[in-house]
DNA sequence: CTAATAAAGGATAAAAAGATCCTTTTATAT
DNA sequence: ATATAAAAGGATCTTTTTATCCTTTATTAG
């Protein structure tokens, strides 16, 4: 569904704002060990995410990322998602159709873009706010990996 | 959110199906022109699909792949995706985890499994039958890739 | 000011996906 | 039987994605 890219980038966000909420920062070698990724292409994303103004980050001795509380009812798992993959998601056609929308539909399109919807849907609604204090266990998954 | 292989299949078995119904056997070359796709990659797909009897291939000349009338209420678009992308599509962890399902859930986890479910649904749900009988503009969209 | 720590960023490498080429096998018409 | 047409299959190449390494920049404590 998402890439690797995407999936490191949604696990260390939440992992982030769960910290956050804890006033804890945390360091990359942290945030790669709790969520089980590599380290170096962990990196590479949390720049991405700086850039991006999900996450913000510091630098030097005592360092590390942090996501500012009042962000955290704004940030939605579709944002993210689209910094990291872009909205290929959103838009492309089931079977990888150029041209294809209600005008000219694939023989799938009305039976996809249902689904579609629903991801769009469920990516948009969510914060990472609703996340956390929906988390049926919260920071007891990451250790499982 | 199939990958290159699975579209192509898709769209080279609804092709083929479309054309059966007509009782037309068709080859590589016109297939690989109708859906639009790199003809050699093709051939690979459709070697894949005749293994796992969804089409069938006659060889020498005037052969070419067809799909036996019965065959087209039986076949699922769920099968096809299965064959090309196995079965991640359905069980893998919207964050990727290895070990994510209800009873240790990723955050994500129970919005995730409502949207798999959904598509799950509709692809096993659809036969090659229904895709052909439900398409609106029938015969036409192959045009405009 | 210096040493140490941590993120940023550039360059490179490895793995996977996508795509092509060429030879072999099978079947058909003449 | 032979020439030909078409799929099967092996080998190889290209591109993209995933991943690592190393140098630079920024920040802090002492």
Redesign the interface.
Known sequence: ??S?SC??G??AV?FIAEQSTLQTKVGLKTIASAINSPEAFTAKILQILTRNNIVTSIKGPYGGFMIEEYRLKEIT?SEIVQILDGDK?YT?C???????DDK?????H???I??RN??KK?LEE?TLHD??F????KN??WL??
């Open positions: 569904m998402f690797k999936e490191y949604l696990r939440i798992l998601i492309g089931g079977l990888g159709l150029k041209q294809c000219s539909p694939c023989p799938l009305f039976k996809f249902e689904i629903n991801l469920m969510n996340i956390l929906t988390d049926t266990e007891v998954f499982k990996t």
